[in-house]
């Protein structure tokens, strides 16, 4: 049995997770701004036979995220798990931004993960055990336009993370952090972030399920290690950050601007989600299920690497070891032959 927390957990890729762990003997606590898309994920936690409990709070307020890890220890015992996949959005060009906005992305993002990040370290530290994921992107190591303040907070997300990291080895604690980098996912994000490009939102592809973006999240809190990069895109555009930056902002100043936008005209009139939540329940799923994958050999493998690297050692060993094998029989013929 154990509890888990997860926060964003009414939608998109939070809303997956749930699901993903829910199974008998479960505990899962749910946070969000919409309460009746937590209370429609709690019943599917509840039909797959774990228990469920519905808090309904901004992660932007510190006090409220404490609150609910009280809560949470007090109904259902000791936090297992903490998960933060809480976010919000604007695509816009940077000089079109207001400083009310980037207040706004960074107090979700970035001060959302912070605030569950504290909330479950004080109950986790002292008890010398206990994981959280924090769920980013690959647009924390390559940032692309239009895009601004969520890769800004995505990457805040990555230092408070390394350095937490850095005092937990320092301590020896067995409280363990990792982080999952995400690549596109199709998710109702792309349909209620403030978009000030005049064109409707789409993920930069390829896109993947959130389904199997919630499996990797799974795997991470029970084998957790320093990150998982998803997907071949986001291991792409991670690397070439480190090898080869100012080609990467070359190409994402060519490729990104269209790779955001659909040719399909935006409405103006249609309400976003930046300070308010947006009524009605989508789901995990976004708009985009015909192009998006529900298979990745990629994320599987970085899933599975250890086992992958295991393998390849052993295949490797055998191969040299027949190898021997075949050249000291072919000395002990020639000898013989002599």
């Not at 100012?246 to 103006?268: C, H, M, W």
Request: charged fraction near 25%; proline fraction near 5%.
């Amino acid at each position: 049995m154990s509890t888990i927390v997860i926060t964003g957990a009414s939608a998109g890729v939070g809303r997956a997770t749930a699901r993903r762990f829910a199974e008998p003997g479960a505990r899962i606590a749910l946070i969000a701004r919409n309460e009746k898309r937590l209370e429609q994920a709690a019943a599917e936690v509840r039909a797959a036979g774990g228990e469920a409990l519905v808090l309904p709070l901004d992660v932007s307020d510190a006090e409220a995220v404490e609150e609910a890890a009280r809560r949470t220890e007090a109904e259902f015992g000791p936090i297992d798990v903490w998960i933060n996949a809480a976010m919000v959005t604007v695509l816009s060009r940077v000089i079109d931004m207001t400083a009310e906005e980037y207040r706004r992305v960074t107090e979700v993002t970035y001060l959302g993960t912070v605030h569950g990040t504290l909330a479950a370290l004080r109950r986790m530290a002292p008890r010398d055990r206990g994981v959280i994921v924090q769920v980013c992107s690959a647009l924390a190591y390559r940032p692309i336009p239009l895009q601004s303040a969520y890769c800004a907070a995505k990457s805040a997300i990555v230092g408070f993370t390394d350095s937490l990291r850095a005092e937990l080895l320092h301590d020896e604690s067995n409280v363990r952090l990792t982080a999952v980098q995400l690549p596109g996912v199709n998710t109702p994000q792309f349909d209620w972030a403030r978009n000030k490009m005049g064109y409707r939102q789409m993920p930069v592809p390829p896109i993947f399920q959130p389904e199997v973006i919630a499996e990797a999240i799974r795997t991470a809190a029970r084998h957790p290690r320093r990150e998982y990069w998803l997907g071949f895109s986001a291991f792409k555009a991670i690397l070439s950050e480190k090898i080869a930056p100012s080609i990467g902002d070359r190409y994402v100043a060519r490729n990104a601007f269209e790779s955001q936008l659909t040719d399909e005209p935006l409405d103006p009139d249609r309400p976003d989600n930046l300070f308010e939540s947006v009524d009605g329940d989508q789901g995990s799923h976004g708009r985009f299920d015909r192009s998006a994958s529900a298979l990745s050999p990629a994320i599987w493998a970085s899933e599975h690497r250890d086992r992958l690297v295991v393998g390849l050692g052993l295949g490797l060993a055998g191969l040299l070891a027949l190898s021997a094998a075949r050249r000291l029989g072919s000395e002990r013929r020639r000898g013989a032959a002599r």
